[in-house]
Structure formats: structure tokens, C-alpha cells
């Protein structure tokens, strides 16, 4: 079915606003009087939470229940390392509240914090994955949620050595094996990007590789130094045996596949010589990577250069680049970014308004409809990181975009007809991250 609802997680952290983070309700149906409005706002109980990514209690990958219920979002938090569960199946435009772990024990029983990725597992139980330790020193890996009861019941891995970082991470049940990325040193990533971090290990560079029913750690390719590997995403097809990961700070783009499990770069976007920006050398920043439902295309997110681009996907080819469309920025014209030197384009792009708003940030996490047709993006990507590069997201708060797909031939399209503003929200403009369906989506 055509998605009419979606859930998105919004902070209030670095804005100034002494407001609880909250999950936003969005009508996505376009015959609705409400249509790309919010609807609804289910405050946490907390301030500073720093609502980041969520994700489903159940999934198509439960083998023991064929039509698995999307009945609650589990919200994990990246600053306080709570976790809160709510409920969206009693009425799914107007979610409730339900559950909240608290952040000492999962500092107590797990020594784990700075919450991140969610997915539910084979066995039914929800699978969270975080990006250090309570003091926010780097440290990977994984605790587990009771599927049924949502109740903590420790680590996931089996006694093998955490990864120094972690981020997001997938998994396909019929090869037996889960891929995680890297992420970040919370506690200096925290501080802001600092071109001093470089060549420091507060960037990641591993990709890992782990039994899923062993739960071990089995391989990790070194993907090069400050490579941070962020987004992981396998195809939809329960056979295959590949995925992809974008590298945020090398703009490479990196396929695995199973050969004893090996890797090669597919993609990279070079960076842009540029002139009144934190380094001579702007990367491309690519935060968020999909894939279509049917394996054909994959889209990846470009914080910082401002662009969506779609890849087609195709067998033993390397993808090809499709459709292209900026919506913001950090290189665009008139900006006090001036591009010296640029490998791919001959001008700099233009500042994209909607509905005579001026959309500031860039795109950051994407979702894409079970059609492959309409692809929604946000431009948060992380509170603190939000405020040192796009201060006038953080002024004139967030948005969320349709971008249209031509499915036929490739090619993207930015919907004018279409804007969430998030900087008209009754207690001030918020920064919004994470999308999902009530429908269910093309991540889970």
C-alpha cells in the first residue's frame, strides 16, 4: 500500500529551545486536508535526548511469523542512551508512549551507551546498536530488547572483543551473517568535526563482519584511515549475498559480497577544492544509503555537497549514476563557500526554495516509499554537527522533502508541492532526522 503516515524523530537539543525531543506524526496522504502537515506530537518524558534513528519491533526477517506486526517504533537515543518504545498500532496517527528504559541500566548491565541503529532479528528480538561507553569513549557492538516484553536483557555479541566503534548495521538469516559500520568517537564527535581529529582514530574505518547465530566477530576490512564508514545496507533479496557502504569522509562507496566475505569500491565522489569552508578540501559527506525494494537502484544522501544521487544497480557492472537533484548544501551559489576546483559539476548549484521557504542543511536521512516512486528526505544529520555547518537549520529549523522517481529510466525530481517546515512547530523550530512508515519501508 501507498504510505499515508510517518513517523519522525525530532530534537530540540543545540537549538536553544528548552523542549523534550518528540515523535512527529506526519499525514502523508495526498487526498487528506492535513496533507504534508503534522498531525500529531508524542513528547518524551526527558530533555536532550537527542531522538536520532528508530526502528520496528518486528520485521520481514521473523521466520516464525510470516505477517509480523509493526506495532511499536523503538526510539533509542544518542545522548542519553535512553530507549523509548511506543506504541503505533492502537491508533497509528496518534502513537502513545508505552515503555522507557532507562539510561544507568544500560550503563550498569550492558557498560554500553550512545544508542543508535535498530533492527528487529530472526528470532524476534530487537537488536540496538551503540556507538560507545558511558563515558562516551568509542566502543561497538550490540544490546538486545526482549522482541515481546521489551525488557534489556544484556550484550548481544558472545564474548569477543567490542569493535572500537560502531554505527549501523544488517543482516541476512539465510547466509548466517551480520555487517556493522564504524561511526564516530561519541565524546570528541560530540565537541563538534574538528580537522585536528584527523589521523587520530576518532573517525572509524572498520567494516565488520559477524556470525549471526554465533554471535562473533569473524572479519573486519580496514577500510582505509578516516574512511568512517556509516550507512551498511544489504539487498532485499533474502538470497543475495551483497550489500553496500558509504564511507562519509572518503565519499567512497564500498560493495561486499560473499567470497569468504570481501569488499571493492563501487563509487567514490570526489571531494571539492574550495575556499572559506573548515578545510581546503570539502568530502563528500555521504550520510545516508537505500536500496529500492527490487534491488535496482540505490540512492545515497550527500550532507555536505547538498545532493540526492541515484545509482542503477546491475550485475557484476559497477553502478552507474541515474538521477542527480541538490536541495541544499554547504557549496551552493551565493554562499560563503567558493568552489575552486570541482571534478563533476561546472557551476555551483542554486539555493532550492519551497513554497517561499528557503531550505537551509542538507539531505541527511532518506526514506523511499515500497514503489520505489517518492523518496522523503530530512536534513538533520547530528544536533552539534547541524549548528558548526548549517547554523541557519538550527535558526530556521528542519524540513522534510518529496523527491520524485522516474523508476523507468533513473532520474530525480524535487516535488514543489510538497514541504514539511519544521521551523513552525509550536514550542520553535526543531532539527528532524528519522523517517519511517506506518506501512512499513524500504529499511526494514
Known amino acids: 500500500p501507498r504510505e499515508e503516515v510517518a513517523y519522525v524523530t525530532c530534537t530540540y537539543r543545540e537549538t536553544c529551545t528548552d523542549q523534550p525531543d518528540f515523535l512527529a506524526t506526519v499525514d502523508l496522504n495526498p487526498r487528506s486536508p492535513c ?5 500529531h506530537r508524542l513528547p518524551m518524558p526527558n530533555l536532550k535526548d537527542e531522538l536520532h534513528c528508530s526502528g520496528w519491533s518486528a520485521g520481514c526477517t521473523c521466520l516464525d511469523n510470516a505477517a509480523p506486526k509493526r506495532n511499536k517504533l523503538i526510539l533509542p537515543c544518542l545522548i542519553s542512551s535512553r530507549i523509548y518504545v511506543v506504541d503505533v498500532g492502537s491508533q497509528c496517527r496518534a502513537p502513545r508512549l508505552c515503555k522507557m528504559i532507562e539510561p544507568v541500566d544500560v ?4 557498560n554500553k551507551g550512545h544508542l543508535c541503529v535498530v533492527h528487529s532479528l530472526p528470532c524476534g528480538d530487537v537488536l540496538v546498536a551503540n556507538m560507545g561507553d558511558p563515558a562516551g569513549n568509542g566502543k561497538g557492538g550490540f544490546i538486545v530488547l526482549d522482541g515481546e516484553t521489551f525488557e534489556l536483557k544484556g550484550n548481544w555479541e558472545n564474548e569477543c572483543e567490542a569493535p572500537p566503534t560502531g554505527y549501523d548495521f544488517w543482516f541476512q538469516p539465510r547466509h548466517n551473517v ?4 564504524a561511526g564516530l568517537v561519541p565524546k570528541r564527535a560530540g565537541r563538534g568535526f574538528n580537522p585536528d581529529d584527523l589521523k587520530k582514530g576518532v573517525f572509524g574505518r572498520r567494516l565488520n563482519v559477524w556470525n549471526l547465530s554465533c554471535r562473533t566477530l569473524t572479519q573486519c576490512f580496514d577500510l582505509g584511515e578516516d574512511s568512517l564508514p556509516l550507512s551498511v545496507k544489504f539487498l ?3 538470497d543475495a549475498a551483497e550489500g553496500y557502504v558509504s564511507c562519509a569522509l572518503s565519499g567512497v562507496i564500498y560493495r561486499f559480497y560473499k567470497d569468504n566475505w570481501s569488499v571493492e569500491e563501487v563509487i567514490r565522489i570526489p571531494a571539492k577544492d574550495v575556499c572559506g569552508w573548515i578545510m581546503p578540501k570539502m568530502p563528500a559527506f555521504t550520510v545516508d544509503l537505500i536500496i529500492s525494494m527490487d534491488d535496482r537502484f540505490l540512492y545515497l544522501s550527500n550532507w555536505l555537497h547538498g545532493d540526492i544521487r541515484q545509482y542503477e544497480l546491475s550485475k557484476g557492472c559497477k553502478p552507474r549514476l541515474v538521477g542527480q537533484v541538490f536541495v541544499g548544501g554547504s557549496i551552493l551559489r551565493g554562499g560563503p563557500v567558493t568552489v575552486c576546483r570541482d571534478e563533476e559539476l561546472k557551476c555551483q ?9 528557503r531550505v537551509y542543511g542538507g539531505p541527511s536521512k532518506m526514506q523511499l516509499s515500497l514503489d520505489g516512486k517518492r523518496l522523503y528526505v530530512t536534513n538533520s544529520f547530528y544536533s552539534t554537527w547541524d549548528k558548526q555547518f548549517y547554523p541557519s537549520l538550527v535558526r530556521e529549523g528542519s524540513v522534510m522533502l518529496q523527491i520524485d522517481v522516474d523508476t523507468e529510466k533513473g532520474g530525480l525530481t524535487v516535488n514543489k508541492n510538497f514541504l514539511v517546515d519544521f521551523g513552525k512547530e509550536p514550542n520553535g523550530p526543531c532539527l528532524a532526522h528519522d523517517i519511517r512508515f506506518s506501512c512499513g519501508d524500504s529499511t526494514s
Open 35 to 39: 496533507y504534508g502537515q503534522v498531525i
Open 107 to 110: 550503563f550498569w548491565k550492558c
Open 178 to 181: 551480520l555487517i556493522s559500520s
Open 236 to 238: 532485499h533479496n533474502p
Open 349 to 357: 548549484p542554486d539555493p532550492l526554495v519551497i513554497k517561499c521557504k
